[in-house]
């Protein structure tokens, strides 16, 4: 991310250094003002191909590398009666969220079926208050070279840009591990800490509050090309409730003056 603005050196510095909770951001505030269930269950994942020569020990030490550079994936949240912080936890180990898994395939059952099963177990086992609020599954095939690596992330951590970044580090950490290169070792420009201090001090800006009609327009015009028909599939669960499955249907016409707007 580049921020194009100027901020004070030392201001920076003392957040950056300073322990203790601090502060959501303001996308992370909505959050939890709007979402009361299954809270930790709100991620994304995604599966790559991983190479035949990548096993938990290397993928380890690429993550632990990847989290010493980005305290994001050290984050716990912290609930109270009437708000909610976050705190980095220095004590988190990151390896305990990297696992692998063999699978054995048969002719009565599809690889993409194993894997889907192996997914929903993994997908309900991020933990806000606790962690890990991200996981990486290497899964063996047994009749295939090549593996799958499954990254599950919450959302309050990451969204798709990010999770385009941390598929780059993946790749370039095995690439490094490969070519027997040492860690940079570069952090994050910003803590995290500092850089929710920015983002509350500019959603609350005059610049931003004077945008807040321009985009309101765009979201109810947005609305209205959509035309969203959402259909919810209801189904029992005796360990989730009934959770509701809703489908999204954009006809031609709909899509185009989506995107044309």
């Not at 705190?87 to 696992?99: G, L, P, Q, S």
């Not at 898994?101 to 194993?114: G, I, M, P, S, T």
């Not at 086992?125 to 799958?148: C, M, W, Y």
Request: charged fraction near 25%; hydrophobic fraction near 40%.
């Amino acid at each position: 991310v580049v921020l194009d603005t100027e901020y004070d050196a030392s201001f920076s510095q003392s957040i950056s250094t300073s322990e203790g909770s601090f502060s959501l951001t303001p996308i992370q505030r909505w959050f939890f003002e709007n979402i009361r269930v299954d809270i930790n269950h709100w991620n994304m994942s995604f599966l790559l191909y991983a190479p035949s020569t990548l096993n938990l020990a290397d993928l380890k030490q690429i993550i632990f590398s990847i989290a010493k550079r980005h305290e994001e994936l050290s984050l716990r949240f912290e609930r109270y009666a009437d708000t909610t912080m976050q705190y980095v936890d220095r004590k988190a180990d990151i390896a305990e969220a990297c696992h692998e898994v063999h699978l054995e395939e048969n002719q009565n059952e599809a690889v993409e079926r194993l894997i889907w099963e192996e997914s929903n177990k993994w997908q309900p086992t991020l933990d806000l208050e606790h962690g890990p609020l991200a996981r990486f599954v290497l899964i063996n095939l047994q009749n295939e070279k090549s593996k799958r690596l499954m990254v599950i992330v919450h959302h309050l951590i990451a969204d798709l840009v990010t999770c385009k970044l941390l598929v780059d580090e993946i790749n370039f950490g095995f690439n490094r591990l490969q070519n027997n290169q040492k860690s940079s070792g570069q952090k994050d420009m910003f803590s995290f800490r500092t850089w929710s201090a920015i983002l509350n001090g500019l959603a609350y800006s005059e610049e931003i509050n004077s945008e807040f009609e321009y985009w309101n327009r765009k979201v109810e015009l947005i609305a209205k090309a959509a035309s969203l028909r959402r259909h919810a599939l209801v189904q029992q669960n005796d360990n989730q409730g009934n959770p509701a499955q809703v489908r999204v249907v954009l006809d031609t016409t709909a899509t185009h003056n989506l995107l044309s707007i």
